[in-house]
């Protein structure tokens, strides 16, 4: 009896070898199985944040589009204001030339009574009068035209 226990130890100890070395296989796979289900999830939210980043991506290209937009509108507008301040301020020279023009005509009338004031009715005194005084109006209405800072 002595010679069957060998045998059957060295099979005992191949079973218990083969059986840790299941064990071991096992624990491995489940590791393994632990590993790629924790990459699974990784991805997944990986795969979230990736589809997040687009849809901020995509909100945040619409609305550069729409402050593009927004902008180019004010660029127009601003256009035609500056459009409308050249034109304006002509139309201002021109009506400040014309009161300069209209202001010296009458200061000559107002030192120098015409012919024909000689011959008008009424008191020459009185019309030069009335010219100083329509100097002094016409004065008063051309500084108040100017605007308060000329470029």
Sequence with gaps: MLAVPGPLAAQS???????????????SLKRDSEQAEALAKQA????NELARLRTEMRLAADAVQSHEAALDS??????????????M???????????GDTLAALQRLALRPTAALLVSPGDPNDYRWSSLNSMRRLRRKATSSRPSSMG
């Design 13 to 27: 100890d191949r079973s218990e070898a083969t059986q840790e070395r299941l064990g071991e296989v096992r624990q």
């Design 44 to 47: 997944e939210a990986q795969a």
């Design 74 to 87: 004010l660029e127009a507008e601003l256009a035609l204001l500056e459009s409308d301040e050249t034109r």
């Design 89 to 99: 301020q002509v139309s201002l020279e021109r009506r400040q030339a014309e009161l």
